[in-house]
């Protein structure tokens, strides 16, 4: 069984900046995409940025520029670096480890709540 752990949420100003870290335990392969995703109080789950195994990137249009996505995968970890944070990107964020070669999977953490406020 997979895990994943979340961490690095919190409250932070307008303008400033966190980094998520996502860590995965368990039968985790190497062809996993790896991604976050928000959901806000009343909200549906968006998705905020994916990469591949390659290292190809993707982000929702209202965090480019700002959101930064990268992984370290021999330690099966995703991170999401955010930059220039707003009020709308107040929302709990959760990381996804998505697989569909040879062992199709779709894990998901505990979620961490990113506040943005003043």
């Known amino acids: 069984q997979v895990q994943l752990v979340e961490s690095g949420g919190g409250s932070v100003q307008p303008g400033g900046s966190l980094r998520l870290s996502c860590v995965g335990s368990?039968?985790?392969?190497?062809?996993?995409?790896m991604g976050w995703y928000r959901q806000a109080p009343g909200k549906q789950r968006e998705l905020v940025a994916t990469?591949?195994?390659?290292?190809?990137?993707d982000y929702a249009d209202s965090v480019k520029g700002r959101f930064t996505i990268s992984r370290d995968s021999p330690r099966n970890t995703v991170y999401l670096q955010m930059n220039s944070l707003n009020p709308e990107d107040t929302a709990t964020y959760y990381c996804?480890?998505?697989?569909?070669?040879?062992?199709?999977?779709?894990?998901w953490g505990q979620g961490t709540q990113v506040t943005v406020s003043s």
């Open positions: 996804n480890f998505h697989n569909e070669v040879v062992v199709r999977y779709d894990y």
């Open positions: 368990g039968s985790i392969y190497s062809t996993t995409v």
């Open positions: 990469i591949t195994s390659l290292g190809n990137r």
